[in-house]
Nanobody, 124 residues
Framework: QVQLVESGGGLVQAGGSLRLSCAASGRTSTRYTMGWFRQALGKEREFVAA????????RYADFVKGRFTISRDNAKNTVYLQMSSLEPEDTAVYYC?????????????????WGQGTQVTVSS
């Protein structure tokens, strides 16, 4: 089992920034991929960003448009999502997800473990 705990969500005005964190614990693989997804009220969960074990491989959703940056600190088993220039459309519950190998995927079915989510609300 792998446990994921997100933090860093909150209320921010449009144009502001937030940094989300996700700490992994438990029986993690030697090398694993981490991703961020989000789910707005009444919508399906969608891919935001993912990062390889080394950090050298990243993928982003088109709507990120250079506003978000995913990073990780393997010594701390933690992945981050730095979000800038936030828009009201970014309002959602943000989830981190774990995949127990080095393949960086953008689909929800590619990830075996999920955090409980952290709410991000962007006011206009």
């Amino acid at each position: 089992q792998v446990q994921l705990v997100e933090s860093g969500g909150g209320l921010v005005q449009a144009g502001g920034s937030l940094r989300l964190s996700c700490a992994a614990s438990g029986r993690t693989s030697t090398r694993y991929t981490m991703g961020w997804f989000r789910q707005a009220l009444g919508k399906e969960r969608e891919f935001v960003a993912a990062i390889s074990w080394s950090g050298g491989g990243t993928r982003y959703a088109d709507f990120v448009k250079g506003r978000f940056t995913i990073s990780r600190d393997n010594a701390k088993n933690t992945v981050y999502l730095q979000m800038s220039s936030l828009e009201p459309e970014d309002t959602a519950v943000y989830y981190c997800a774990y995949r127990g190998d080095i393949v960086v995927l953008t689909t929800t079915w590619g990830y075996a473990y999920w955090g409980q989510g952290t709410q991000v609300t962007v006011s206009s």
